[in-house]
């Protein structure tokens, strides 16, 4: 049984460093949200479409933080890592977290 | 207390740090955490062999090592970096594995502490070295 709160300021940590560095990125998901909503039917797929990329982009580099820090861990640490990885990914960045898993 | 905090964060910077892990992802996570606290991390070593040498090289006042390595073991490094007696640096070893799965190896080895890799910060680091 593990002690409550393992890896949780390593994963709060990491989503901080998210957030500073994607700042642009996390910006451009925003407006690209806006500008789907704002779109006339012609445009709402093709504007929905930059918006999940956007989203994708924004994954990918969670992942990639995510499973390479998993990575240098023994394989039930990794899983416990994951968890609260994806938990916090949720609560903080829920465009992006839908589906991590 | 916030002059406790500036003085805590004071020796946050003053303290240069080598990171020693066969895993790159790893040396970078514990890098961002690290510097985002302040700390200078002067280098990285991949192995036992490179951590001795880049502890010849950079004199950090910290290495924070791996317990298993490709070559030497975390715990024969922090032997071998212990002997250097007061110019060596204070070694914390890390593991996904928590202390207790090592036994008395940690003490023995002549390193300053060990944190659990799930429990890794700048503030965890400093608590061993006060």
Same mark, same amino acid.
Not at chain 1, 44 to 58: C, I, K, W
């Given at each position: +049984?593990?002690?409550?709160?393992?890896?949780?300021?390593?994963? &709060?940590?990491?989503?901080?460093?998210? $957030?500073?560095?994607? %700042?642009?990125?996390?910006?451009?998901?925003?407006?690209?949200?806006?500008?789907?909503?704002?779109?006339?039917?012609?445009? %709402? &797929?093709? $504007?929905?479409?930059?918006?999940?990329?956007?989203?994708?982009?924004?994954?990918?580099?969670?992942?990639? +933080?995510?499973?390479?820090?998993?990575?240098?861990?023994?394989?039930?640490?990794?899983?416990?890592?994951?968890?609260?990885?994806?938990?916090?990914? $949720?609560? $903080?960045?829920?465009?992006?977290?839908?589906?991590?898993? | 207390?916030?002059?406790?905090?500036?003085?805590?964060?004071?020796?946050?910077?003053?303290?240069?740090?080598?990171?020693? !892990?066969?895993?790159?992802?790893?040396?970078?996570?514990?890098? @961002?955490?690290?510097?985002?606290?302040?700390?200078? /991390?002067?280098?990285?070593?991949?192995?036992?062999?490179?951590?001795?040498?880049?502890?010849?090289?950079?004199? =950090? #006042?910290?290495?924070?090592? !791996? @317990? #298993?390595? =490709?070559?030497?073991?975390?715990?024969? /490094?922090?032997?071998?970096?212990?002997?250097? *007696?007061?110019?060596? =640096?204070? @070694?914390?070893?890390?593991?996904?594995?928590?202390?207790?799965?090592?036994?008395?190896?940690?003490?023995?080895?002549?390193?300053?502490?060990?944190?659990?890799?799930?429990?890794?910060?700048?503030?965890?680091?400093?608590?061993?070295? *006060?």
């Amino acid at each position: +049984m593990s002690p409550p709160g393992r890896f949780q300021e390593v994963a &709060e940590r990491q989503l901080v460093l998210f $957030r500073e560095d994607e %700042a642009e990125l996390l910006g451009e998901v925003e407006e690209a949200l806006d500008a789907y909503n704002g779109a006339s039917r012609d445009e %709402a &797929e093709e $504007r929905y479409g930059e918006f999940v990329d956007l989203v994708d982009a924004g994954r990918e580099v969670l992942l990639d +933080m995510r499973d390479g820090f998993a990575a240098s861990l023994d394989e039930e640490a990794a899983e416990e890592y994951r968890l609260v990885f994806d938990d916090l990914v $949720r609560k $903080r960045f829920p465009r992006f977290g839908l589906e991590l898993d | 207390m916030t002059e406790a905090l500036d003085r805590c964060h004071t020796s946050y910077v003053t303290m240069s740090v080598l990171i020693v !892990d066969d895993h790159p992802s790893f040396r970078a996570t514990a890098r @961002v955490l690290l510097e985002s606290e302040g700390f200078d /991390v002067i280098g990285e070593a991949e192995d036992g062999s490179t951590a001795l040498e880049a502890v010849a090289a950079l004199h =950090p #006042q910290i290495v924070l090592l !791996d @317990v #298993q390595l =490709p070559d030497l073991d975390g715990f024969e /490094v922090a032997a071998r970096l212990s002997e250097l *007696n007061g110019s060596g =640096p204070a @070694v914390i070893l890390t593991s996904s594995r928590d202390r207790v799965d090592f036994g008395s190896l940690v003490e023995e080895s002549g390193a300053r502490g060990f944190v659990p890799k799930a429990e890794l910060s700048g503030a965890a680091l400093l608590s061993l070295l *006060n």
